[in-house]
């Protein structure tokens, strides 16, 4: 049994979409054929199905790199093969507009796990077969969908203290968006053998101030995520394991 999602081994298939609330889950998992829960802890919620005849699965792993990496980490020893996330993101590019969708390739560092985890100089990069499956997986979606691919980086801080966020370096070195736990999903993700990517729905600008403006619940984004896991869900089955 896996300690913390509280999942047995034999019932996780080796295709894992995850993402980071247990809602966004069960919404994603309601859209398998024959999806059950198998197992449910914290903020851990697992679910398994089938998505087109393939066994797959969906984990919320919460907000947050230090919590995530306890579910990559299960999940990994449990025997994932491939990992996509479907989160959601803040746009630091004016062209990146609320609603649209990115697929991270690479993760700046910013997190304090990683750092933990490896030295400095390590990369956290997606499974290029992943970003690929993921890109042809968009291309065929509905025509209007806005989809760039690019660099992302991973921050610990959501709401600002007294020191600057490092938003405006970001921006200007070409980052498209700012999340929580892509960093440790993919370091960890390296270091285990798994394959991994992730899509994230655009919420807003990054540099607006959050605890004014931020809102992911409207319709705009769930169109968006409703999109991004169909996206992930195609993809994940079609990469080779
Ligand atoms: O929507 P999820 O997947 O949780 O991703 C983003 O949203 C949360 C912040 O609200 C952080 O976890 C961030 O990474
Ligand atoms: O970490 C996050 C997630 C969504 N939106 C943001 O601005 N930041």
């Not at 999903?185 to 991994?196: N, Q, S, T, W």
Request: charged share 20%; glycine share 8%; hydrophobic share 45%.
């Amino acid at each position: 049994m896996l300690t913390n999602l509280k999942v047995d081994p034999e019932q996780l298939p080796k295709r894992i979409i995850v993402c980071g609330d247990p809602k966004r889950a069960a919404l994603i998992a309601s859209k398998l054929t024959d999806y059950r829960s198998v197992g449910e802890n914290r903020e851990y919620h697992s679910y398994a199905g089938t998505w087109k005849g393939v066994e797959v699965a969906v984990v919320s792993h919460g907000v947050g790199s230090p919590g995530a990496a306890v579910c990559f980490e299960e999940l990994a020893k449990g025997g994932a093969q491939v990992m996509i996330r479907v989160g959601t993101a803040g746009s630091y590019q004016k062209e990146i507009t609320p609603g649209s969708l990115v697929i991270s390739s690479s993760v700046a560092r910013q997190d304090g796990l990683t750092s933990q985890l490896v030295p400095a100089g390590f990369p956290a990069v997606a499974d290029r077969h992943v970003v690929e499956a993921l890109a042809q997986a968009a291309n065929k979606h509905e025509a209007n969908l806005k989809v760039a691919e690019g660099i992302t980086l991973t921050l610990d801080v959501f709401y600002n203290g007294v020191l600057e966020f490092p938003h405006k370096l970001y921006q200007k070195a070409g980052v498209l968006a700012v999340e929580m736990e892509n960093s440790a999903l993919f370091v960890i993700c390296a270091l285990r053998g798994v394959k991994a990517g992730s899509i994230l729905a655009i919420d807003g600008y990054a540099d607006a101030d959050l605890l004014e403006s931020y809102n992911p619940h409207t319709e705009e984004m769930a169109k968006a995520i409703e999109a991004e896991a169909s996206i992930a869900l195609d993809a994940v089955i079609q990469v080779e394991i």
